[in-house]
């Protein structure tokens, strides 16, 4: 069956340290990936994209590997400030016009 | 900054009724969908729609939901006979450019639903 997974639930980090955040997709060939950022009782709002042909991609503290072979996204956050708590997506463009999301990885930073 | 905005915030209905809910997507985008999310689950793709038509839809939209494109600016999700598993929040999302073109969607602020 189809599926995307994203790594524990919940993920705990200290202030200033790198948050990872894990992606992982099975039976699927996506042409690209997104990552998408959630507050509580809001919409999601679009952080990065990356194409199959493309490795790694960066934007500020931000930065996005994608493993076709893995079948695998890394999100990072670098020098993670306690702003950055929230919940973060990942999104498949599974066919021409349809996109499936994960389940979502709530990230905490402590102060 | 131009947004997609979705009407109403919050609707509350019985059992049985039906249901519009409103989108404004952004005024130069081509794709439209309709999510939804209940609550403490992920965000579920229900449809796209493109060229007035649908373009894809889920195992989700049956033949209760319908989607519109009644005027230049409105995308409309109706839900003709709510049930108390349709309760959640239906987010609008709107795409510049469609199929595999490599570009982002915008969201909307989300209307909650909650069925009586």
């Known amino acids: 069956s189809q599926k995307i997974e994203q790594n524990s639930e919940a993920l705990n980090i200290q202030e200033g340290k790198t948050a990872t955040l894990t992606c992982n997709y099975t039976?699927?060939?996506?042409?690209?990936l997104q990552w998408y950022r959630q507050d509580p009782g809001r919409g999601p709002v679009f952080l990065l994209l990356?194409?199959?042909?493309?490795k790694e991609k960066r934007k500020e503290r931000l930065k996005v590997t994608f493993d076709t072979t893995l079948k695998q996204s890394l999100f990072h956050i670098t020098a993670s400030q306690p702003a950055d708590s929230a919940t973060y997506l990942c999104?498949?463009?599974?066919?021409?016009?349809?996109?499936?999301f994960g389940t979502g990885t709530s990230l905490t930073v402590i102060p | 900054e131009p947004e997609v905005t979705q009407t109403p915030s919050h609707q509350v209905t019985q059992m049985g009724q039906e249901v519009i809910l409103r989108c404004v997507p952004i005024?130069?985008?081509?794709?439209f969908y309709w999510y939804r999310q209940i609550l403490g689950q992920k965000v579920e793709f229900l449809v796209s729609?493109?060229?007035?038509?649908?373009?894809?839809k889920s195992e989700i939209f049956d033949d209760q939901f319908s989607v519109e494109r009644p005027d230049g600016s409105n995308f409309t999700l109706k839900i003709r006979s709510t049930k108390l598993e349709d309760s959640a929040m239906y987010f609008c999302?709107?795409?510049?450019?469609?199929?595999?073109?490599?570009?982002?969607?915008?969201f909307g602020p989300g209307t909650r639903l909650t069925v009586l």
């Open positions: 005024s130069n985008h081509l794709y």
């Open positions: 990356i194409r199959e042909n493309e």
């Open positions: 039976n699927y060939s996506p042409a690209y």
């Open positions: 729609f493109y060229n007035n038509e649908i373009s894809e």
């Open positions: 999302a709107s795409r510049r450019q469609g199929s595999r073109s490599y570009n982002e969607q915008f």
């Open positions: 999104a498949l463009l599974i066919t021409g016009n349809q996109f499936y």
